[in-house]
């Protein structure tokens, strides 16, 4: 005989989506019903498995005095140094066994209690709700032992009734909390699994004829100049809206001139639902989305995406946001040209959307849903297409739109996240469509685009993006019809994102293409006391994705990564392209005009602004572009001089995003090229004793290696062609094709030896034969040194010439050597940031001034960075070098090989010696970690190549700090 006990754990195997919560609605930060914040301290006791200890916890009387104190909101495992457990990060991996619905015995379970009282002037009358806006992944609550229900859908809101069970004083709130349950099958984002009930607890009194849901329909006729209003309410009252002379009743329609709301122009008008027990605030913004000649169209437009996908994330706090941090998201997103977010991949704290409808942000909101694990299985057994589940998905397709509805600045709703394809989804889909028509409806593995209304995938190629916007990709008859977008593109893992700027072009040329998401916001780093911060693995895990959640375009303490300042470059609202004294002058934005800019322009010489003034631009609406003549080129520049024009558009007045003076755009416009450094041979090298000298600088005799230059020592000069590989170099294990650096150590790139042929000593010239090539195979670099003097300066050439077969494109093209002593650096040329082929469109010419220690970016897993492009001459520890041509400069106080080694910045201890490469050429960055490699223009292949520097000893009046 055989029998199944029924267990008061059922429900955290139990695929519904929960019992006992009220049906979703509307959110709303206040309104004028009391309300009072759970949010604090809390008590919390954490077990092992489910079911290890009974649910007396939950009686009022129960002495909790010596459980843990943890904040709420908070993820226990954030907490207590560990005591609670640790975070586990994967990126697509079930950290359990794929048993659905099933979830591992060993199943850490928090019980959480919270006593409070109501506040004296808490109404008698009404009733009350407790609403629990995020708790991962399943929670079962009681108050005043009452069992009031359980629920799943970590990132989505569940409130109870409660109003029955309250007392004046001494409320008992417990709350058991495991985190797995059957939930956790459609939450597998690639993120930390991080339980904890993560977002806040609010007890809202509901008077009697307090509001329920509503729905603010809110349109917007762009030929009219109007807007419709019409809110529907499940109880009946009054909507005003003051500043339109609106004072309707609920469900009843009415028209008026507005302004729309745009992410450009984010008009809000404050109005108020009045019900008969409740003042409601309302923000309405006037606008009409809608699908038509295949575009998503807005008030009449179509919008290009300059967007990131954003997951919630603070180093310390997890996913427990509080509001100045989204504040930052937001306002950080805003100064760097950004006007779209995809709430990957669940919906944000709601606060986050009231921002975006303050500041203007279009908004994919995505519901909480991914299945990714099921891809080891071939999705067998997928939840998503599993009637079982329906009811699941549905209940979270329905607490977004729901929550979510009367956000102007959601445009596009998102069914979730790598789930695969199945009927749950097409009953997602279909509720969706019936419930809000208003909006249309997003998910990327619906490459037919059955349950769709735009065709969207991730990471696809230039060249695939490319014929898409073109309409020649095929697909299904409805696919054809429909817009495109790239919902994640330009993963910013690292060093990089490479390639950005082409994307970009497509999208500016091809109409069907209506831009993209960058992969993603923010590196998920958790702060760790010994590591800086930590990764996958560092916290023990079994399974692992190591340093994949490090894949932002803000490091965890929301510094811009270099990544971030190039996407503002490449997407900004307005652009300059010049020569012969004009600058065309383009209006990039899609419904605003310039008026919100003013601009300027500067003249310089050899990168000193020698003059400044206004520029006046002509009105122009989005799209159209003018000829604007730049003023007489200022004095006479001197004979040699290197000079352009920089133009730029600057915020004329403050903004609630940023004040007056911020700059959204810039171009440069060269006007004459410098000339080139010569330096005359007339020195020639002399035989000492084990030394060599020519001109200003030493060399020894036998191996014809630079010792010194004037004061300067220097050492270690040779030809160098490896980097420290980045992310993107590295490549994702699943993408074939674009993994250099495996090649690259295969073919022992790492591991060059050089074999000196030569010390030849001529009239005018030392020149140092060698061949560099690694062990084991037999193509090589024949690489000249050739110096020369005119007594003062030294000049090297280095001339490299191929020799057999080369399998592999070279990381880098340069010299690197050491210095003793090196701190401030000033150069002329790309800056102020890094910059490499496919990354520079954010580096301007300039003159910079910096340390050794600020030219490097701290990327959490170290690699290649720092390095400043288009460099025409630089001073550094001691040394003037002027490059013919131009070079990319990197200087540090480790070597490559240490950097290359280490996997925290913590392993990384300034030597004695500073290493300074200067690179002829470096291969571009790609996005190889998610995506296409370096693209054909920006590959680095073996070919040859010749390129000299200048070099000279400063004078000793210029400050150089020691190292040491
Ligand atoms: C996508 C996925 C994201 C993230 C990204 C790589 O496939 O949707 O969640 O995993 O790849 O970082």
């Given at each position: 005989?055989?029998?199944?006990?029924?267990?008061?754990?059922?429900?955290?195997?139990?695929?519904?989506?929960?019992?006992?919560?009220?049906p979703?609605?509307?959110w709303?930060?206040?309104?004028?019903?009391?309300?009072?914040?759970?949010?604090?301290?809390?008590?919390?006791?954490?077990?092992?498995?489910?079911?290890?200890?009974?649910?007396?916890?939950?009686?009022?009387?129960?002495?909790?005095g010596?459980?843990?104190?943890?904040?709420?909101?908070?993820?226990?495992?954030?907490?207590?140094?560990?005591?609670?457990?640790?975070?586990?990060?994967?990126?697509?991996?079930?950290?359990?066994?794929?048993?659905p619905?099933?979830?591992?015995?060993?199943?850490?379970?928090?019980?959480?209690?919270?006593?409070?009282?109501?506040?004296e002037?808490?109404?008698?009358?009404?009733?009350?709700?407790?609403?629990?806006?995020?708790?991962?992944?399943?929670?079962?609550?009681?108050l005043?032992?009452?069992?009031?229900?359980?629920?799943?859908?970590?990132?989505?809101?569940?409130?109870?009734?409660?109003?029955?069970?309250?007392?004046?004083?001494?409320?008992?709130?417990?709350?058991?909390?495991?985190?797995?349950?059957?939930?956790?099958?459609l939450?597998?984002?690639?993120?930390?699994?991080?339980?904890?009930?993560?977002?806040?607890?609010?007890?809202?009194?509901?008077?009697?004829g307090?509001?329920?849901?509503?729905f603010?329909?809110?349109?917007?006729?762009?030929?009219?100049?109007?807007?419709?209003?019409?809110?529907?309410?499940?109880?009946?009252?009054?909507?005003?809206?003051?500043?339109?002379?609106?004072?309707?009743?609920?469900?009843?329609?009415?028209?008026?001139?507005?302004?729309p709301?745009?992410?450009?122009?984010?008009?809000l008008?404050?109005?108020?639902?009045?019900?008969?027990?409740?003042?409601?605030?309302?923000?309405?913004?006037?606008?009409?989305?809608?699908?038509?000649?295949?575009l998503?169209?807005?008030?009449?437009?179509?919008?290009?995406?300059?967007?990131?996908?954003?997951?919630?994330?603070?180093?310390?706090?997890?996913?427990?946001?509080?509001?100045e941090?989204?504040?930052?998201?937001?306002?950080l997103?805003?100064?760097?040209?950004?006007?779209?977010?995809?709430?990957?991949?669940?919906?944000?704290?709601?606060?986050?959307?009231?921002?975006?409808?303050?500041?203007?942000?279009?908004?994919?909101?995505e519901?909480?849903?991914?299945?990714?694990?099921f891809?080891?299985?071939?999705?067998r057994?997928?939840?998503v297409?599993?009637?079982?589940?329906?009811?699941?998905?549905?209940?979270?397709?329905?607490?977004?739109?729901?929550?979510?509805?009367?956000?102007?600045?959601?445009?596009?709703?998102?069914?979730?996240?790598?789930?695969?394809?199945?009927?749950?989804?097409?009953?997602?889909?279909?509720?969706?469509?019936?419930?809000?028509?208003?909006?249309?409806?997003?998910?990327?593995?619906?490459?037919?685009?059955?349950?769709?209304?735009?065709?969207?995938?991730?990471?696809?190629?230039?060249?695939?993006?490319?014929q898409?916007?073109?309409e020649?990709?095929?697909?299904?008859?409805?696919?054809r019809?429909l817009?495109?977008?790239?919902?994640?593109?330009?993963?910013?893992?690292?060093?990089?994102?490479?390639?950005?700027?082409?994307?970009?072009e497509?999208?500016?040329?091809?109409?069907?293409?209506?831009?993209?998401?960058?992969?993603?916001?923010?590196?998920?780093?958790?702060?760790?006391?010994?590591?800086?911060?930590?990764?996958?693995?560092?916290?023990?895990?079994?399974?692992?994705?190591?340093?994949?959640?490090?894949?932002?375009?803000?490091?965890?303490?929301?510094?811009?990564?270099?990544?971030l300042?190039?996407?503002?470059?490449?997407?900004?609202?307005?652009?300059?392209?010049?020569?012969?004294?004009?600058?065309?002058?383009?209006?990039?934005q899609?419904?605003?005009g310039?008026s919100?800019?003013?601009?300027?322009?500067?003249?310089?010489?050899?990168?000193?602004?020698?003059?400044?003034?206004?520029?006046?631009?002509?009105?122009?609406?989005?799209?159209?572009?003018?000829?604007?003549?730049?003023?007489?080129?200022?004095?006479?520049?001197?004979?040699?001089?290197?000079?352009?024009?920089t133009v730029?558009?600057?915020?004329?007045?403050?903004?609630?995003?940023?004040?007056?003076?911020?700059?959204?755009?810039?171009?440069?416009?060269?006007?004459?090229?410098?000339?080139?450094?010569?330096?005359?041979?007339?020195?020639?090298?002399?035989?000492?004793?084990?030394v060599?000298?020519?001109?200003?600088?030493?060399?020894?005799?036998?191996?014809?290696?630079?010792?010194?230059?004037?004061?300067?020592?220097?050492?270690?000069?040779?030809?160098?062609?490896?980097?420290?590989?980045?992310?993107?170099?590295?490549?994702?294990?699943?993408?074939?094709?674009?993994?250099?650096?495996?090649?690259?150590?295969k073919?022992?790139?790492h591991r060059?030896?050089?074999?000196?042929?030569?010390?030849?000593?001529?009239?005018?010239?030392?020149?140092v034969?060698?061949?560099?090539?690694?062990?084991?195979?037999?193509?090589?670099?024949a690489?000249?040194?050739?110096?020369?003097?005119?007594?003062s300066?030294?000049?090297?050439?280095?001339?490299?010439?191929?020799?057999?077969?080369?399998?592999?494109?070279?990381?880098?093209?340069?010299?690197?050597?050491?210095?003793?002593?090196?701190?401030?650096?000033?150069?002329?040329?790309?800056?102020?940031?890094?910059?490499?082929?496919?990354?520079?469109?954010?580096?301007?010419v300039?003159?910079?001034?910096?340390?050794?220690?600020?030219?490097?970016?701290?990327?959490?897993?170290?690699?290649?960075?720092?390095?400043?492009?288009?460099?025409?001459?630089?001073?550094?520890?001691?040394?003037?070098?002027?490059?013919?041509?131009?070079?990319?400069?990197?200087a540090?106080?480790?070597?490559?090989?240490?950097?290359?080694?280490?996997?925290?910045?913590?392993?990384?201890?300034?030597?004695?010696?500073?290493?300074?490469?200067?690179?002829?050429?470096?291969?571009?960055?790609g996005?190889?970690?998610?995506?296409?490699?370096?693209?054909?223009?920006?590959?680095?292949?073996?070919?040859?190549?010749?390129?000299?520097?200048?070099?000279?000893?400063?004078?000793?009046?210029?400050?150089?700090?020691?190292?040491?």
């Open positions: 005989m055989s029998f199944r006990t029924t267990t008061a754990i059922d429900y955290v195997e139990d695929v519904s989506p929960g019992s006992g919560a009220l979703p609605r509307a709303y930060a206040a309104s004028d019903a009391t309300s009072l914040s759970l949010n604090g301290s809390w008590r919390l006791r954490v077990s092992p498995t489910a079911d290890a200890e009974d649910d007396s916890f939950a009686e009022p009387g129960f002495d909790a010596n459980w843990a104190e943890v904040t709420v909101p908070g993820h226990w495992v954030l907490q207590g140094e560990g005591a609670f457990g640790l975070p586990i990060y994967t990126n697509h991996l079930y950290p359990f066994p794929v048993d619905p099933h979830v591992p015995t060993e199943n850490p379970t928090g019980d959480h209690i919270r006593v409070f009282d109501l506040p002037d808490w109404p008698s009358d009404g009733g009350a709700v407790i609403r629990f806006d995020g708790v991962e992944s399943c929670a079962r609550v009681w005043n032992g009452t069992d009031i229900g359980e629920f799943k859908g970590s990132r989505l809101p569940h409130e109870f009734a409660v109003g029955h069970l309250l007392k004046p004083a001494g409320n008992v709130l417990a709350v058991r909390v495991h985190q797995w349950s059957a939930g956790s099958y939450e597998d984002q690639d993120q930390w699994w991080l339980p904890g009930i993560f977002r806040d607890v609010t007890l809202l009194h509901r008077p009697a307090s509001a329920l849901d509503f603010v329909h809110a349109s917007y006729d762009h030929r009219t100049g109007e807007g419709t209003l019409r809110v529907d309410s499940d109880v009946d009252g009054r909507v005003s809206v003051p500043a339109l002379d609106i004072d309707v009743e609920t469900g009843e329609t009415v028209t008026v001139r507005v302004d709301w745009t992410a450009e122009t984010p008009k008008y404050d109005g108020v639902l009045v019900t008969e027990g409740e003042r409601v605030p309302l923000r309405i913004g006037f606008r009409t989305v809608v699908l038509e000649d295949g998503i169209k807005v008030n009449g437009k179509p919008l290009l995406f300059k967007g990131v996908n954003r997951h919630e994330w603070h180093p310390e706090k997890g996913r427990a946001l509080d509001l941090t989204m504040r930052e998201d937001v306002l997103m805003k100064r760097h040209n950004l006007n779209a977010v995809r709430t990957s991949h669940y919906p944000p704290h709601p606060a986050f959307l009231d921002l975006c409808d303050e500041y203007g942000l279009w908004v994919i909101d519901c909480d849903l991914e299945t990714h694990g891809t080891e299985q071939a999705w057994d997928n939840p297409d599993d009637d079982r589940w329906t009811p699941a998905l549905l209940d979270r397709a329905a607490r977004m739109v729901e929550r979510d509805k009367n956000h102007p600045s959601v445009v596009v709703w998102s069914l979730g996240n790598e789930a695969g394809t199945g009927r749950g989804l097409t009953a997602m889909a279909e509720w969706i469509h019936g419930r809000d028509s208003s909006r249309l409806v997003h998910y990327e593995g619906d490459w037919n685009c059955r349950d769709t209304d735009v065709y969207s995938r991730m990471y696809a190629n230039h060249g695939e993006v490319e898409i916007g073109k020649l990709d095929g697909g299904t008859h409805k696919r019809e817009p495109f977008i790239l919902c994640e593109y330009g993963h910013a893992m690292g060093n990089g994102p490479g390639g950005i700027a082409d994307y970009q497509l999208f500016e040329k091809y109409e069907r293409l209506q831009g993209g998401f960058i992969w993603e916001w923010i590196d998920h780093g958790v702060t760790h006391p010994e590591l800086g911060y930590a990764y996958g693995g560092d916290f023990g895990e079994e399974l692992h994705d190591g340093n994949f959640v490090c894949d932002g375009l803000i490091f965890p303490d929301r510094t811009p990564s270099p990544g300042l190039e996407f503002k470059k490449v997407i900004e609202p307005v652009s300059f392209e010049g020569a012969d004294g004009t600058v065309r002058v383009t209006n990039k899609d419904f605003a310039l919100a800019f003013a601009f300027e322009w500067s003249y310089q010489v050899d990168g000193e602004s020698v003059e400044s003034g206004s520029l006046s631009v002509p009105a122009l609406a989005p799209g159209e572009s003018a000829d604007v003549k730049l003023p007489e080129p200022p004095a006479q520049s001197p004979a040699g001089a290197e000079t352009q024009w730029r558009a600057l915020l004329a007045a403050d903004t609630d995003w940023a004040p007056q003076g911020h700059e959204v755009a810039w171009g440069e416009v060269p006007v004459a090229a410098r000339s080139l450094p010569s330096v005359a041979a007339t020195d020639g090298p002399v035989a000492g004793d084990g060599i000298t020519l001109g200003p600088a030493s060399f020894d005799a036998r191996t014809g290696a630079l010792k010194t230059i004037g004061g300067v020592e220097v050492s270690g000069l040779r030809l160098d062609v490896w980097r420290a590989t980045t992310d993107n170099d590295e490549g994702a294990e699943w993408l074939t094709g674009v993994r250099c650096a495996e090649q690259w150590r073919y022992g790139l060059m030896r050089h074999r000196l042929a030569s010390v030849e000593l001529d009239d005018d010239a030392l020149t034969r060698t061949r560099v090539a690694p062990a084991a195979w037999e193509f090589g670099l690489t000249v040194y050739r110096w020369t003097s005119d007594g300066r030294l000049r090297l050439t280095v001339s490299v010439g191929p020799e057999g077969e080369w399998p592999v494109p070279l990381p880098r093209l340069g010299v690197r050597f050491g210095l003793t002593r090196a701190d401030a650096v000033k150069w002329y040329g790309g800056g102020p940031g890094e910059g490499y082929p496919d990354t520079k469109a954010a580096s301007r300039g003159r910079w001034e910096s340390t050794v220690d600020g030219l490097q970016t701290p990327y959490l897993r170290p690699q290649e960075n720092g390095a400043r492009a288009d460099v025409r001459w630089a001073e550094l520890g001691g040394l003037r070098i002027e490059g013919d041509p131009e070079f990319f400069l990197t540090r106080r480790w070597t490559t090989e240490q950097l290359d080694a280490a996997t925290h910045l913590t392993d990384l201890t300034p030597g004695e010696t500073v290493w300074v490469n200067l690179d002829h050429a470096l291969h571009g960055i996005t190889g970690s998610c995506g296409p490699g370096v693209l054909p223009p920006y590959q680095l292949h073996a070919g040859p190549a010749e390129f000299s520097f200048v070099f000279s000893e400063i004078p000793e009046n210029s400050e150089i700090v020691d190292v040491s």
